[in-house]
Nanobody
């Protein structure tokens, strides 16, 4: 079992920044890919950013150039630094930990961007 604990969501104004953290714990025996997805009301869950075990990153088109994903392997933690936030970034953000064909998800953290 893997547990994911997210933190850092909140309410900000457009143009401001926010940082999300996701710490993984439990049955983790090696460096694993991790990432963030988000889901806005009435919309499908979409990729925000992901990082592979080797450190390569991939970003959703909507956030490229504004969000940065990094990781601390020693802490099994990923950080999503979000800059220049827009109202359309408002969503519940979920940490994602895929392993052996199974997807672990965090409980979600709300990010609300006011105009």
């Amino acid at each position: 079992q893997v547990q994911l604990v997210e933190s850092g969501g909140g309410l900000v104004q457009a143009g401001e920044s926010l940082r999300l953290s996701c710490a993984a714990s439990g049955s983790i025996f090696s460096i694993n890919g991790m990432g963030w997805y988000r889901q806005a009301p009435g919309k499908q869950r979409e990729l925000v950013a992901a990082i592979t075990s080797g450190g390569s990153t991939n970003y959703g088109d909507a956030v490229k150039g504004r969000f940065t994903l990094s990781r601390d392997n020693a802490k099994n933690t990923v950080y999503l630094q979000m800059y220049s936030l827009k109202p359309e970034d408002t969503a519940v953000y979920y940490c994602h930990f895929p392993r052996f064909g199974y997807n672990y998800w965090g409980q979600g953290t709300q990010v609300t961007v006011s105009s």
